[in-house]
């Protein structure tokens, strides 16, 4: 499956037969502008746009059903609209929600963060915050550790700060605005 934010669809890649290439495709889902985040749990899907948070059933041949949204209210894309999406090993759904600027202070407290909630959104908290954007992430097999990409300010060069690989752990705070790396603190704001 392969989203595609800016004609706002899932392409189903059919790979007939099995060689590793696929030969055709099928739009499975449409008109769901700026979906970036995919995650399958069963025999369904979980879709993510900058704003909302979508399932669908996933037939056995592979085909979606109709999305239904399950979160209208994910904080404003600005800078940052793509959402990864995550089923972790404790049943719950991750989202990545990038800063909605460069490097300044947040005002909304979703901002920066990955949240957790159930499948069905409930219970929807802060998972770990002080993360600029945190666009990809998965957990390692075998520790179920929580491990994901950061990007770090944009227009300071070419390895400041760096990117981050970061161990992602409950309840953690990993400094963006104010500090970077191995806790560098940021001159700049």
């Not at 369904?44 to 059903?65: E, H, I, M, Q, R």
Request: with cysteine; net charge negative; proline share 6%.
């Amino acid at each position: 499956y392969l989203t595609r934010p800016m004609q706002g669809d899932v392409l189903r890649l059919i790979d007939a037969d099995s060689d590793g290439i696929a030969e055709s495709h099928q739009v499975v889902a449409s008109s769901l502008m700026g979906v970036h985040g995919i995650a399958f749990r069963e025999s369904t899907v979980f879709l993510a746009t900058p704003k909302s948070v979508y399932t669908a059933a996933v037939d056995a041949n592979g085909n979606f059903g109709a999305p239904a949204e399950i979160i209208d209210d994910l904080p404003d894309g600005a800078q940052h609209p793509n959402r990864t999406l995550g089923i972790g090993p404790d049943d719950k759904l991750y989202i990545s929600v990038g800063s909605s600027c460069n490097a300044c202070a947040e005002t909304n407290p979703e901002h920066a963060t990955i949240l957790r909630m159930g499948l069905d959104a409930s219970a929807r908290a802060v998972f770990a915050r002080g993360l600029r954007n945190t666009i990809g992430f998965d957990w390692a097999p075998g520790t179920n550790e929580l491990w994901g990409m950061d990007h770090g300010s944009d227009m300071r060069g070419d390895d400041l700060p760096p990117e981050e690989l970061n161990r992602i752990e409950a309840a953690s705070d990993y400094g963006w605005p104010y500090c970077y790396g191995d806790r560098e603190i940021d001159p700049i704001i």
